[in-house]
């Protein structure tokens, strides 16, 4: 699975330390890449302390959510794109869509999910963390 394109929209960064493109851009690959990788100590860092999913609400409930995911899959592959951001000072929020693929340790066929996914990003003590990530997906 690849990425896609994002679209920024609203406001840029402001100059009173708003998140850039860039910034939004690095935070979704470190995601991808610690997904895949099941480097819970990544995802750690990616997360700000009160944040919440559709089924978890903190930081440990949600890496220790991730780890379970983790300790019962061979592989993972995982895909965020079509994002579209609005940013508004130090908060960005992006509306996109993702596909993920796991297999399950000990079997060959994989599952593949795919639907819509939000993500609020806050820029919390100089760094962007997540803390807001929901998804719906189609079977």
């Given at each position: 699975?690849?990425?896609g394109?994002m679209?920024?929209g609203?406001?840029?960064?402001?100059?009173?330390?708003?998140?850039?493109?860039?910034?939004?851009?690095?935070?979704i690959?470190r995601?991808?890449?610690?997904?895949?990788?099941?480097?819970?100590?990544t995802?750690?860092n990616?997360?700000?302390?009160?944040?919440?999913?559709?089924?978890?609400?903190?930081r440990r409930?949600?890496?220790?959510?991730?780890r379970?995911?983790?300790?019962?899959?061979?592989?993972?592959?995982?895909?965020?794109?079509?994002i579209?951001?609005?940013?508004?000072?130090?908060?960005?929020?992006?509306q996109?869509?993702?596909?993920?693929?796991?297999?399950?340790?000990?079997?060959?066929?994989?599952?593949?999910?795919?639907?819509?996914?939000?993500?609020?990003?806050?820029?919390?003590?100089?760094?962007?963390?997540?803390?807001?990530?929901?998804?719906?997906?189609?079977?």
């Open positions: 699975l690849s990425g394109r679209q920024f609203g406001p840029g960064p402001e100059k009173n330390g708003g998140i850039s493109d860039t910034e939004l851009l690095s935070l690959t995601l991808t890449v610690a997904y895949e990788d099941g480097d819970s100590k995802l750690e990616l997360f700000a302390a009160r944040a919440q999913t559709n089924s978890e609400a903190g409930a949600i890496v220790k959510s991730y379970r995911l983790f300790n019962v899959t061979e592989q993972r592959k995982m895909a965020l794109y079509d579209s951001w609005w940013r508004e000072g130090t908060m960005a929020l992006g996109g869509r993702f596909e993920v693929r796991v297999t399950e340790k000990g079997e060959t066929a994989s599952s593949l999910y795919s639907g819509d996914v939000i993500v609020r990003v806050e820029k919390l003590n100089g760094a962007p963390q997540i803390t807001q990530l929901y998804h719906h997906y189609y079977q």
